[in-house]
């Protein structure tokens, strides 16, 4: 099934409809949309910037999915929602960290916002 996206009352309408003629032991959810492209887009930039910036993290120069994850985590931790370290499969720790994938627009906003604060704070150009 389709999702319905409650932007006016003809959408609110059909979703009623589609509600009323579901089946029973069918499940309902209202969900904050997931980000969207531009979002994705924008996030991927600022960290292909970072990685080509030179700015080093542990004295070393990361790539843009080391920059990913390093944005990731700083923002969990700034936004009070924490990280979790667990030891991995061989040993090694590892950040089970949210995904991007599933973040809602307004979350992706804030991490974006975030980014652009770290890059500032660092004086690294973005696009």
């Not at 579901?22 to 499940?27: E, L, S, Y």
């Not at 120069?61 to 994850?69: A, I, N, P, Q, Y």
């Amino acid at each position: 099934m389709k999702p319905f996206y409650l932007v006016h009352a003809e959408a609110r309408r059909r979703a009623v409809e589609a509600v009323q003629a579901a089946p029973d032991g069918m499940v309902v959810r209202i969900v904050e949309p997931n980000r969207n492209r531009d979002q994705n887009d924008k996030f991927y930039a600022i960290c292909s910037d970072l990685a080509a910036s030179g700015l080093q993290w542990m004295g070393k120069r990361r790539t843009k999915d080391e920059w990913k994850v390093l944005l990731v985590s700083g923002h969990a931790m700034a936004t009070k929602q924490g990280a979790e370290m667990v030891p991995g499969i061989e040993g090694e720790f590892v950040n089970l960290r949210e995904s991007t994938a599933s973040m809602s627009v307004r979350r992706m906003s804030s991490l974006i916002e975030y980014a652009n604060a770290f890059l500032a704070e660092h004086e690294v150009e973005s696009a």
